[in-house]
C-alpha cells in the first residue's frame, strides 16, 4: 500500500515539474453513475457527468462481468465542451469507448480497482476559431486509473461503510492530429465516501492537470467533487442473485 501512495505522490510530483505557464481555476464536478444487473454475466451501464465550464458527458454501454472481479465494457458517449475561447459547452463530441476493470479484496479494510479505457474521441472541428457543426476531428485516447479505499468507520467494508478513497488516473492521447503533447490530462483526487445498500455518495477534492493548445501552456483545475454512484436489477437480476447465495 505504501509503494500505491508512493506512486501517486511520485505522479504529482512529476507533472508539476513539467509546469511553464499554468493557470489555475475552480471547479465543481458532479457525476451520477448507475448499473442495471439484467443477470450474473450482463448489466447496463449509464453514467452523466458535469464538470462546470469545462464538459458534459453521458456514457452509456453494457457489461460483462467474468466475475466479481473482472469485467469488461463497450458502449457509446456523447457530449459537449468548452473551447480556448469559451467557457460554453458549444463543443460537440461523439465518443466510442470500451474498459477493462479489475476489482481486488486487499483484506476486510482495503479495496482496490484498476481500469484500462479507451475513447474513440470525435470531437467537432475548429477552424478559424470558429466551431464547424458536423466536421470532426479524430483522436485515440487511452486512460489508466487506480483507485484504492479504506474504511474509516472501524469496520469491514460492508453495505453501510464509510470510507476514504484516493484516485489517480493519467490520460494520454495518439493519433495524426497530435502534434505536441500526447498528455491529455492527469487526475488525482481523495474522496470520503459513503454506503446506503444500493447507493454510494463520495464527496471531496479532485486535481486535474491539462495541457492547453500550445506546448508550454497548462491549467490546473481545483474541483469540488460529488459522484453518486447507485446499483440495480432486474426482476431476472434479482432472481439470480437469490439462487447463487
Known amino acids: 500500500m505504501k509503494k500505491i501512495i508512493l506512486l501517486w505522490v511520485l505522479s504529482v510530483s512529476w507533472i508539476h515539474a513539467q509546469e511553464k505557464k499554468v493557470e489555475n481555476e475552480g471547479q465543481v464536478w458532479i457525476g451520477y453513475m448507475t448499473s442495471v444487473k439484467l443477470n450474473n454475466h450482463f448489466s447496463i451501464w449509464n453514467d452523466f457527468h458535469y464538470a462546470s465550464e469545462n464538459f458534459f458527458l453521458a456514457r452509456h454501454g453494457l457489461t460483462y462481468n467474468f466475475s466479481k472481479q473482472v469485467s469488461v465494457t463497450g458502449g457509446f458517449a456523447w457530449g459537449y465542451l468548452s473551447t480556448s475561447s469559451t467557457n460554453q459547452l458549444v463543443r460537440g463530441e461523439l465518443r ?61 467494508f460492508g453495505p453501510h461503510s464509510t470510507f476514504l478513497s484516493l484516485n489517480n488516473e493519467i490520460l494520454v492521447n495518439f493519433g495524426k492530429n497530435i502534434h505536441s503533447n ?17 447507493i454510494t455518495v463520495q464527496l471531496g477534492y479532485m486535481y486535474r492537470y491539462v495541457p492547453q493548445g500550445t506546448a508550454d501552456s497548462y491549467k490546473n483545475y481545483h474541483g469540488l467533487t460529488l459522484w453518486v454512484n447507485q446499483n440495480f436489477k432486474t426482476k431476472k437480476g434479482a432472481e439470480e442473485t437469490v439462487r447463487h447465495q
Open 96 to 156: 466510442p469507448w470500451a474498459q477493462l476493470m479489475f476489482n481486488s479484496k486487499l483484506d476486510d479494510y482495503w479495496q482496490t480497482q484498476q481500469r484500462i479505457r479507451y475513447d474513440a474521441r470525435y470531437k467537432e472541428a475548429i477552424e478559424n476559431g470558429e466551431i464547424v457543426h458536423g466536421k470532426y476531428t479524430f483522436n485515440h485516447r487511452l486512460r489508466y486509473m487506480l483507485n484504492v479505499r479504506r474504511t474509516i468507520d472501524g469496520q469491514p
Open 182 to 198: 500526447n498528455l491529455d490530462q492527469f487526475r488525482a483526487s481523495l474522496l470520503v465516501g459513503k454506503s446506503f445498500d444500493n
